[in-house]
């Protein structure tokens, strides 16, 4: 944080200073009272489970500036002390105050699959002419996002912000907080389907992205997602759509996987601009069309946003590619939906390799009660992309199986309960030349899957 003191957090929270000095500069936002960067604000959370003003005291020996309070309680000596209503609330006004106080343009990001990706690559490009923050790790929900923005420095010039939901309302909220000068949509799936039930209340919740967005603000929409299309021009705000179809203002065409990543020629207008990505597939293509089209409204050119994208690495556990042993793996381990599973299957089936191509995948959570269904549409689809293997891990992911046998794909299919009981096989079965993906939603722990295979 820059040029903040106590008072500031006073005023920003509409709390009431107990102890302390007005004047302590505080330089950071903590919600874990065992990690202080110095000269902290900590800002305990009351959970389902927990409550951490438990933790208060805790905090002030780590380090804490200043804390704030929800509960009736003493003051505890050593950091200054700000009695407030809500301690998530005042945190959303703090981080509200920050960012209004910065000034800078933010463009935020929002979608079913691909936000963080997309994030990245929007901000890659818009490097090319500004200094750019962005959202840290996955802090992108209405905690992690006011915590994020505190973050901004004097000399950021433009920043990018990620955007996560899974429930009604709280898109309107991550709005109010952000102000977005623009907004890119990646598309509407079926991800947290348990909470919002339906595509169509997704995609409503979705667009109060632009709830709170400036006047004259920009969306920037997935023209090829059957829901994003279809916002209107009288929505208020500018529309940019991007894709491969004819309706696209930015434009895909001779996308090709190659060895080295992926290729094609953005188009705008009567610009054309061959663009190489590190990274593999079409969805890739997709986040760098989004990543040219936001970086347009600051006039980086398409040139420039092309040169600053190569450079991309992509992510940890998001479509790593590496060797184990003398097989290579496609480490999608993250999460998993069925857009971005399907997605992964793609890049699988795009890759060249010297043996065999593997789809180890597993559960995908939170779909609601369709959710075998789903499973069992993903196997309709690999069954395009035949891989010559597929293993089956969790009693969803057994879907993924029938799907594809019903289909009448020549894959062989093997299903097992847990990883544990699949790792004795793969173990086995992974021979030299191989390539095999990994997928499944994150508390599947498909990572723990690879590292055993490494030892």
Known sequence: MEQTTVKDLVRASGGRLLAGDPDTVVKHVSIDSRVMKGQDLFVPL?????????????????????????????SLP????????????????????YRRRMGIPVVGVTGSVGKTTTREMVAAA???????????????????????MTEMGKEDELAVLEMGMSNFGEMEVLSSLAEPSAAVITNIGV?????????????????KIASSMKAGGTLILNGDDEFLKTVPAECGFHR??????????????????????????????????????????????????AAMAAAS????SMEQAAKALESFEGFKNRQQIYGVGDFRVIDDTYN?????????????????????????LANMLELGEN?????????????????????????????IGKGLLDAGAPTEVKAFASREEALPYLRNEARSGDLILFKGSNSMRLGELIEALKG
């Open 46 to 74: 009351i959970g389902e489970r927990s409550d951490a003003h438990d933790y208060l005291g805790q905090a002030i020996e780590n380090g804490a500036a200043a804390v704030f309070s929800s509960r009736t309680m003493e």
């Open 78 to 97: 050593g950091a200054a002390w700000i009695q407030v209503e809500d301690t998530l609330k005042a945190l959303q006004d703090v981080g509200r105050d």
């Open 126 to 148: 818009l490097s090319a002419g500004f200094r750019v923050f962005r959202t840290s790790k996955n802090f992108n929900s209405d905690i992690g996002l006011p915590v994020t």
């Open 191 to 207: 991800a947290h389907m348990e909470q919002l039930k339906t595509r169509e209340n997704i995609f409503r919740e979705k667009l």
């Open 240 to 289: 940019i759509f991007y894709g491969c179809g004819e309706n696209c203002d930015y434009r895909a065409e001779q996308v090709r996987i190659t060895s080295g990543g992926t290729e094609f020629v953005a188009v705008h207008g009567k610009d054309r601009v061959l663009t190489l990505l590190p990274v593999m597939g079409k969805h890739m293509v997709m986040n760098a069309l």
């Open 297 to 300: 409204l600051w006039g980086i």
């Open 336 to 360: 998993a939906s069925p857009d971005s599973m399907k997605a992964a299957l793609g890049v699988l089936d795009g890759m060249e390799t010297e043996g065999r191509k593997i789809a180890v």
């Open 371 to 399: 959710s075998r269904q789903f499973h069992y549409e993903v196997g309709q689809f690999a069954a395009e992309h035949s891989p010559e293997l597929l293993i089956c891990i969790g009693e969803l992911a057994a879907e």
